[in-house]
């Protein structure tokens, strides 16, 4: 049985928000971290997961400033918080 690694990941990206790491520290530990993850379990870290991957795409496409993938990333970190705190599932 996997655990979640929702807080894990809100860590990371907090710690890549904050400057702490840079962006492809964050992916370097992201990507391997969430391959074989079996997000079924977890609604709330499969949202967390693909709305990070898709930020990080659009980054990546040039469709985002690096100053709104953080932004944007926070907003997924506050969603993902409220979603746990209040025991919401997807």
């Given amino acids: 049985m996997w655990v979640s690694l929702g807080?894990?990941?809100?860590?990371?990206?907090?710690?890549?928000?904050?400057?702490?790491i840079s962006r492809e520290q964050f992916e370097d530990w992201f990507y391997p971290a969430v391959l074989d993850l079996d997000l079924h379990d977890w609604p709330n870290d499969a949202n967390l997961v693909w709305a990070t991957k898709l930020r990080l795409a659009e980054f990546s496409n040039g469709h985002m400033s690096e100053d709104d993938l953080r932004s944007a990333l926070r907003e997924i970190m506050k969603e993902y918080e409220g979603a746990t705190r209040t025991g919401w599932k997807a």
Wanted: hydrophobic content about 30%; charged content about 30%.
């Fill in 7 to 20: 807080p894990e990941i809100t860590s990371r990206l907090d710690e890549y928000i904050s400057g702490a």
